[in-house]
């Protein structure tokens, strides 16, 4: 009897995890994508995983930090997106880090190649259709609006707002010390920005590994 795909929408670094270990059991996977045909500010090109940042891994360590255990059992498991991260790994002390373009190149080879996996580029705009009896949507996330304080994209900007300045703010306020908050910040910084962080926690970073904190510390305060 053959088996009906699962559809898979968004090839991100859940999406493009979700396809391998699925075609691995022996299922096909159609896996959606609606780039290169629908552009974002945040991608360069129209790879899979591309947005993964400079933390986005945080600490390997698997004897003293839960998410570095994580890594090792999705090593076990035969990740992909591990097997790509330890191939294009960069120096940064107890954190995992890879570079960015050879990390998502070497994710969308290994999957376009796959026999089992089919990509289909194009926006899905709607709900999945009826006929598709097993549907992963692997789309991201939004950011979280403070009450009150209403987004304008202007003024109060989200992470898809930051992306979008037609200068360079000469003074930045970042709420959440977070991967994405942070990463947003430091580029802006690079530019010229004056940055202040806002952050609930006693440190940047929550949960990450103390001593890649204690590198971005370093990196955001020296300037």
Known sequence: MTKAPVHIIGGGLAGSEAAWQISRKN??????????????????????????????????????????????EMRLAGSLVMAAADSHQVPAGGALAVDRDGFSAEVTALLRSHPLIRVEEGEIAGLPPEAWDNVIVATGSTARHLPGVPVDNEVVCDNVGALAFKNVPTRLGIIGAGVIGLELGMVYQSFGSQLTVVELTPSLLPGTDPEAVKLVEKHITKR
Not at 27 to 43: C, F, G, K, N, S
Not at 49 to 59: D, G, I, K, M, T
């Open 27 to 72: 299922v096909p996977v159609i896996l959606h994508e609606m780039r290169p045909a629908v552009a974002t500010d945040a991608h360069r090109t129209g790879n899979f995983a591309e947005l993964v940042c400079s933390n986005s891994f945080r600490s390997d360590d698997a004897e003293q930090n839960a998410v570095g255990l994580l890594h090792a």
